[in-house]
T-cell receptor, first 110, second 116 residues
Framework: GQNIDQPTEMTATEGAIVQINCTYQ??????LFWYQQHAGEAPTFLSY????GLEEKGRFSSFLSRSKGYSYLLLKELQMKDSASYLC???????????FGTGTRLKVLA | GAGVSQSPSNKVTEKGKDVELRCDPI?????LYWYRQRLGQGLEFLIY????????KSGLPSDRFSAERTGESVSTLTIQRTQQEDSAVYLC??????????????FGPGTRLTVL
């Protein structure tokens, strides 16, 4: 089967660090993506992990453990503009089909 | 360069009417995807094209939904006899499977469909 699970909502304070978790079950896994989506806008790409480990991009980092079917997105030094939905998506091998989670709505409070 | 474009940006229709939504992918992107997103919900996969063929139509909700792609470019999503539950934002995305690094999807701005 195929399934992506992530928390529905999270709240954090400006300047803090937040970790958004994602677990997945999919046959033929070929990488894990994170997208950011502001209300009323299209999703935009944040990160991609295909090997185990941590990928860092400025304030955002993404981690993957293939053996555990687990990923997280880490946001540091939170800013108000980081309030958005964060979508986790798995890419299936030998196809180009993406399986999306329902997204985590992050609220950053002053 | 030009990104993914979709038209119309908004569509209001009456229940029972047919609607056609259009997507222009990034030039050279051979993979094209359609998703549906209801208010406050995640992305629901509908269909994807590899070139002009659709290897996976499993996400189409009913036989009222169909999609086609011609010339490895423009795609249209057609919803016949629209129902109120079809109201949602329909997102199109494209990606290039020839990309040797990763297959990032580029999303269009979406078409907001409202069925009265």
């Amino acid at each position: 089967g195929q399934n992506i699970d992530q928390p529905t909502e999270m709240t954090a304070t400006e300047g803090a660090i937040v970790q958004i978790n994602c677990t997945y079950q999919t046959s033929g896994f070929n990488g894990l993506f994170w997208y950011q989506q502001h209300a009323g806008e299209a999703p935009t790409f944040l990160s991609y992990n295909v090997l185990d480990g941590l990928e860092e991009k400025g304030r955002f980092s993404s981690f993957l453990s293939r053996s555990k079917g687990y990923s997280y997105l880490l946001l540091k030094e939170l800013q108000m503009k980081d309030s958005a939905s964060y979508l986790c998506a798995a890419l299936r091998r030998r196809t180009y089909k993406y399986i999306f989670g329902t997204g985590t709505r992050l609220k950053v409070l002053a | 360069g030009a990104g993914v474009s979709q038209s119309p940006s908004n569509k209001v229709t009456e229940k029972g009417k047919d609607v056609e939504l259009r997507c222009d992918p990034i030039s050279g992107h051979t993979a094209l995807y359609w998703y549906r997103q209801r208010l406050g919900q995640g992305l629901e996969f509908l269909i994807y094209f590899q070139g002009n063929s659709a290897p996976d139509k499993s996400g189409l909700p009913s036989d009222r939904f169909s999609a086609e792609r011609t010339g490895e470019s423009v795609s249209t999503l057609t919803i016949q006899r629209t129902q109120q539950e079809d109201s949602a934002v329909y997102l199109c995305a494209s990606s290039s499977p020839l990309d040797t690094t990763y297959n990032e999807q580029f999303f269009g701005p979406g078409t907001r469909l409202t069925v009265l």
